[in-house]
């Protein structure tokens, strides 16, 4: 049985192929972090982090995504990067899903923060 995070990267990887994004990699390991998903966006390299709830009575999964968690998806994603030698322009974007039962509410935010 998938967890809960595994579902919801899942259901991203379907809206991003959906959206005509080509998954690249997916659970991208690097010592500064991990990706989620990093997929190509027409000729834009797109690191991806999914944030799965069961609800919001915590907050919302976009909050999840603060400094500290971008600081080490930067890292991560200038790693992978350091090993490209023609990198493409890149950027984050964010997908948040909130699971109500068999419902699912997701959301796409491109290009949800810079370099830092």
Same mark, same amino acid.
């Given at each position: 049985?998938?967890?809960? $995070?595994?579902?919801? &990267?899942?259901?991203?990887?379907?809206?991003?192929?959906?959206?005509?994004?080509?998954? /690249?990699?997916?659970?991208?390991?690097? !010592?500064? $972090? &991990?990706?989620? +998903? /990093?997929?190509?966006?027409?000729?834009?390299?797109?690191?991806?982090?999914?944030?799965?709830?069961?609800?919001?009575?915590? $907050?919302?999964?976009? &909050?999840?995504?603060?400094?500290?968690?971008?600081?080490?998806?930067?890292?991560?994603?200038?790693?992978?990067?350091? $090993?490209?030698?023609? !990198?493409?322009?890149?950027?984050?974007?964010? /997908?948040? +899903?909130?699971?109500?039962?068999?419902?699912?509410?997701? &959301?796409? +935010? !491109?290009?949800?923060?810079?370099?830092?």
């Amino acid at each position: 049985m998938l967890s809960l $995070g595994q579902r919801g &990267e899942r259901k991203a990887a379907r809206l991003l192929r959906r959206m005509g994004m080509r998954i /690249i990699r997916r659970n991208y390991k690097s !010592p500064p $972090g &991990e990706v989620d +998903i /990093i997929a190509m966006d027409g000729d834009t390299l797109v690191f991806v982090e999914v944030k799965t709830r069961k609800g919001t009575a915590f $907050g919302s999964p976009l &909050e999840a995504v603060d400094g500290r968690k971008q600081k080490r998806l930067t890292g991560a994603a200038l790693f992978y990067l350091s $090993g490209l030698t023609d !990198p493409p322009p890149a950027r984050f974007d964010v /997908i948040t +899903i909130v699971i109500n039962g068999w419902r699912s509410e997701i &959301e796409h +935010i !491109p290009d949800a923060f810079g370099l830092q």
